[in-house]
Nanobody, 123 residues
Framework: QVQLVESGGGLVQAGGSLRLSCAAS????????MGWFRQAPGKERDFVAA????????FYSGSVKGRFSISRDKDKNTVLLQIDSLKPEDTAVYYC????????????????WGQGTQVTVSS
């Protein structure tokens, strides 16, 4: 069993930055990839970014590429999401997830999910 705990969300003005963190715990933790998704009120959960655990390959949605940066610390079992140049449309609950198979842009590939952390961007 894997537990994921997100932190780092908050209220920030447009143009500001946040760094989200996801700490993973479990007896053995070696996923295929870790990802971040977000869900705005009344909308579906959307892919944001992912990183393969072994090779560190990164993937981003078009709407965040160039502003978001995902990284991982294998020693600490932690995944970070650096968010810069925040926009009001980035407001959402951000979820961390662990995938054990390829297809990292699809939520169906992820087996474990965190509780989410709220990011609110004011204009």
């Amino acid at each position: 069993q894997v537990q994921l705990v997100e932190s780092g969300g908050g209220l920030v003005q447009a143009g500001g930055s946040l760094r989200l963190s996801c700490a993973a715990s479990g007896r053995t933790f070696s996923p295929y990839a870790m990802g971040w998704f977000r869900q705005a009120p009344g909308k579906e959960r959307d892919f944001v970014a992912a990183i393969t655990w072994g090779g560190g390959s990164t993937f981003y949605s078009g709407s965040v590429k160039g502003r978001f940066s995902i990284s991982r610390d294998k020693d600490k079992n932690t995944v970070l999401l650096q968010i810069d140049s925040l926009k009001p449309e980035d407001t959402a609950v951000y979820y961390c997830a662990a995938a054990n198979k390829a297809g990292v842009m699809r939520s169906a590939s992820y087996d474990y999910w965190g509780q989410g952390t709220q990011v609110t961007v004011s204009s």
